[in-house]
Structure formats: C-alpha cells, structure tokens
C-alpha cells in the first residue's frame, strides 16, 4: 500500500517550503485573516493537489529545476482549494474538518468565514495574474467558477432519485476534478510541454480527481466518525446522491421511498445506509474509481522516466488504496 510520505518523499522540502509561503502569503491584513491562515494551513491535510503540481514540474522540468512561478501555481492551487473548503463547511454546517474545528466554527460567524473564503480566492487571483501567464490564468479562473457551479448544482439536485450517473460525474468533475485537471495542465505550461503533452496532463488530473471524489463517497458509507470526521451517511443524509446510492437504487425500490420522504423517520437513515451496503453500490463505485485511476495513469506514458513521473503513477494506488 502507497503512504502518503513515500509518495510525496521526491518533494518533501518542497512541500515543507509550501507550507510555510501559504501562512506568509495571506499575510498580516487583519488579525483575524492571520488567525484563519494559520488554522487552516497549519492543520496539515495532505496537500494532494499541490503536490501534484509540483511533481509534474519537477517531471516535466528535466535536470532542471522548477521556477518560482511553479512554486507559486502550487501555492495558488493549495489557496484555492482552502477557499472552497471553508465555503463548503458554511453551506454544509460542518462543525469539524480534518480533526479540527472548521473555520466558522472557531470564528463563532458565518459570515466572518464566508468573507474569509472569499479574501482567500481574491488573494489566489492576485498571485495568479502576477505569474503574467494568461492561458493559466484562464484555466485557474475557470476552477474559480467550477467550483460555484458545482455547489450550486449539487444544491438543486438534493434527494433527486432520477440523477443520471453521467449528472453525477459531471457534478463530481465541477467539485473536485477541475482543479487537479487544471492545475496538472497548468504546471505543464510552465513548464513549457507541447500542446499534446498539456492535454494528457489535463486528462490525468481529471481522471485522478474524478477516482478520489468517487473514493471519498464510497468512504460516506464504509469509514468511520473517527476518520471521516463527520457522521457516517452525512452526504446522503443531507440529499446529496452518490455513485453508491445511484447503483444501489437499481436494486433497492425501497431506497427510492426512504429518500422521496427525505429521511423524515427516525430510523429512516440508517435503514438507508444499510440497504447501501447490501447492494453491489459499493462495489460498482470501486470499479467506477478503479478505472478512472487507471485511465489517469495511461496519459502519463508520454513522460520522460524519473522518480517524480513513478511517484505520479503511484498516485493512482494510493488514490484507491484509502479504500483499503
């Protein structure tokens, strides 16, 4: 099984590095804005979307080493998924995130958080326009806009019995893929690849990002309080339709009557989750991540041979062996 320390071993001092420039980065503004800086990007997490960044710039670099512009679209990357994760736990009235209080919670305010989140994605923007690099500015912008759009669409289709898997991926790809997807693509433009090359970058982060938001909702079923950091069934319970419960509906008509009165009995969830977990959803999910990843790893075949390109493979075991 990939660990996580194993995977990112060719990039440690660069993450370490990173991890210091994203606390400087918001820098002293306001104290509050210090506080949440420093709360956030001091709670670890495993820094999977920049340190993607950083190994296709190191793999794509060849006996080179990367520029301060790549060091920054990975701080720009890592900054904006932060951004998304304290809007999300507004909007999901999420009490705990990584094992700690999220970001409202410990502000006592929405809407301090909510302003919080914002500063954070217009900081990113700023950062972004001075690598003076405009087809990376659109693509980082366009995650910007993914991101809402993939909130928002998650929200009108709460408790909808009759969503399509494909509306599922899409939603899925909005949410999560978009900023592997171009974040991948982006560092590859730094870095200078052929047109080619910085499209199969694209697909392998869209492809990794797709596998780990189908692993993380198979993990809504399978983990634990302790783990997750939230409820079992927290996204089914507040309508939110994953690839588990869209397979497991084929099967189970009386799942459809469960969701239909949206959980309205007491022990009306965890009837649910069982009737989840009695069905091949579970299963079905792990072959619908299984190809993704494996999809992910075919449009790596074009890289030069180094440790950071292996440790991008590898990527794919451990997106998957969290399952394990």
Same mark, same amino acid.
């Given at each position: 099984?990939?660990? &996580?320390?194993?995977?990112?071993?060719?990039?440690?001092?660069?993450?370490?590095?990173?991890?210091?420039?994203?606390?400087?980065?918001?820098? =002293?503004?306001?104290?509050?804005?210090?506080?949440?800086?420093?709360?956030?990007?001091?709670?670890?997490?495993?820094?999977?979307? @920049?340190?993607? &960044?950083?190994?296709?710039?190191?793999?794509?670099?060849?006996?080179?080493?990367?520029? /301060?512009?790549?060091? #920054?679209?990975?701080?720009?990357?890592?900054?904006?998924?932060?951004?998304?994760?304290?809007?999300?736990?507004?909007?999901?009235?999420?009490?705990? #995130?990584?094992?700690? @209080?999220?970001?409202?919670?410990?502000?006592?305010?929405?809407?301090?958080?909510? /302003?919080?989140?914002?500063?954070?994605?217009?900081?990113?923007?700023?950062?972004?326009?001075?690598?003076?690099?405009?087809?990376?500015?659109?693509?980082?912008?366009?995650?910007?806009?993914?991101?809402?759009?993939?909130?928002?669409? *998650?929200? /009108?289709? #709460?408790?909808?019995?009759?969503?399509?898997?494909?509306?599922?991926?899409?939603?899925?790809?909005?949410?999560?893929?978009?900023?592997?997807?171009?974040?991948?693509?982006?560092?590859?433009?730094?870095?200078?690849?052929?047109?080619?090359?910085?499209?199969?970058?694209?697909?392998?982060?869209?492809?990794?990002?797709?596998?780990?938001?189908? &692993?993380?909702?198979?993990?809504?079923?399978?983990?634990? =309080?302790?783990?997750?950091?939230? @409820?079992?069934?927290?996204?089914?319970?507040?309508?939110?339709?994953?690839?588990?419960?869209?397979?497991?509906?084929?099967?189970?008509?009386?799942?459809?009557?469960?969701?239909?009165?949206?959980?309205? *009995?007491?022990?009306?969830?965890?009837?649910?989750?069982?009737?989840?977990?009695?069905? #091949?959803?579970?299963?079905?999910?792990?072959?619908?991540?299984? *190809?993704?990843?494996?999809?992910?790893?075919?449009?790596?075949?074009?890289?030069? @041979?180094?440790?950071?390109? *292996?440790?991008?493979?590898?990527?794919?075991?451990?997106?998957?062996?969290?399952?394990?």
């Amino acid at each position: 099984m990939t660990s &996580v320390t194993s995977l990112f071993s060719p990039i440690e001092a660069d993450l370490r590095l990173l991890s210091q420039n994203l606390i400087d980065l918001v820098g =002293t503004r306001h104290p509050i804005l210090s506080a949440a800086a420093e709360h956030l990007f001091g709670a670890g997490g495993k820094r999977l979307r @920049p340190a993607i &960044v950083l190994l296709i710039s190191r793999a794509t670099m060849v006996d080179q080493d990367i520029t /301060l512009r790549h060091r #920054r679209l990975a701080e720009i990357t890592e900054m904006i998924h932060t951004a998304s994760l304290v809007h999300d736990d507004v909007v999901d009235e999420s009490e705990m #995130r990584r094992g700690v @209080p999220t970001v409202h919670s410990m502000l006592g305010s929405n809407r301090i958080a909510i /302003l919080a989140g914002d500063f954070l994605f217009a900081q990113s923007s700023w950062y972004l326009a001075n690598l003076d690099n405009l087809e990376v500015v659109k693509l980082l912008s366009e995650v910007i806009m993914d991101l809402a759009a993939g909130e928002i669409q *998650q929200g /009108l289709n #709460r408790f909808d019995q009759n969503l399509l898997l494909e509306t599922y991926l899409e939603k899925s790809y909005y949410k999560t893929a978009t900023l592997f997807a171009n974040s991948a693509k982006a560092a590859g433009l730094l870095s200078d690849v052929s047109r080619e090359i910085a499209e199969h970058l694209y697909s392998y982060g869209r492809h990794i990002g797709l596998a780990y938001q189908v &692993v993380d909702d198979i993990l809504d079923f399978t983990g634990s =309080t302790e783990t997750l950091g939230k @409820p079992v069934g927290s996204d089914l319970k507040s309508g939110n339709l994953t690839a588990p419960v869209l397979f497991a509906l084929e099967e189970k008509p009386y799942l459809r009557v469960l969701i239909e009165r949206e959980f309205a *009995q007491d022990d009306d969830l965890e009837q649910a989750i069982a009737l989840i977990r009695d069905s #091949r959803g579970l299963e079905r999910s792990r072959e619908l991540a299984a *190809q993704h990843a494996q999809i992910a790893v075919e449009h790596l075949v074009d890289l030069p @041979p180094s440790e950071c390109h *292996q440790a991008l493979i590898n990527m794919a075991d451990y997106v998957l062996s969290r399952l394990s």
